[in-house]
């Protein structure tokens, strides 16, 4: 059975750092791209970062360039999201999500559950 567990999420005021992760269980993770997106109340999910298996290559969104980072432990099963800057308009759920392809469209097999992340102006 193939899961992913996001944690990390939170309430921080604006300008606040939070780091999320992503473990992920039942997939050989080494072999797979990760992906983060996010959902605001009202909002189509967007996508946010992605990185390659290997981690040698990431992709952002214009909005969260130059303040989120994207990385991965293969050893540890798990994809981290680094937000730092944060603004009221990246309040939404993020969800990490797991695939045979780097894409920047949440075309990926696997989905986490999410995390609420709040940023409080």
């Known amino acids: 059975q193939v899961r992913l567990v996001e944690s990390g999420g939170g309430l921080v005021q604006a300008g606040g750092s939070l780091r999320l992760s992503c473990v992920a269980s039942g997939i050989s993770f080494r072999s797979y791209a990760m992906g983060w997106f996010r959902q605001a109340p009202g909002k189509e999910r967007e996508f946010v970062a992605a990185i390659n298996w290997t981690g040698s290559r990431t992709y952002y969104a214009d909005s969260v360039k130059g303040r989120f980072t994207i990385s991965r432990d293969n050893g540890k099963n798990t994809v981290y999201l680094q937000m730092n800057s944060l603004n009221p308009e990246d309040t939404a759920v993020y969800y990490c999500?797991?695939?045979?392809?780097?894409?920047?469209?949440?075309?990926?097999?696997?989905w986490g559950q999410g995390t609420q992340v709040t940023v409080s102006s």
């Open positions: 999500a797991a695939g045979l392809e780097v894409r920047t469209t949440p075309r990926y097999d696997y």
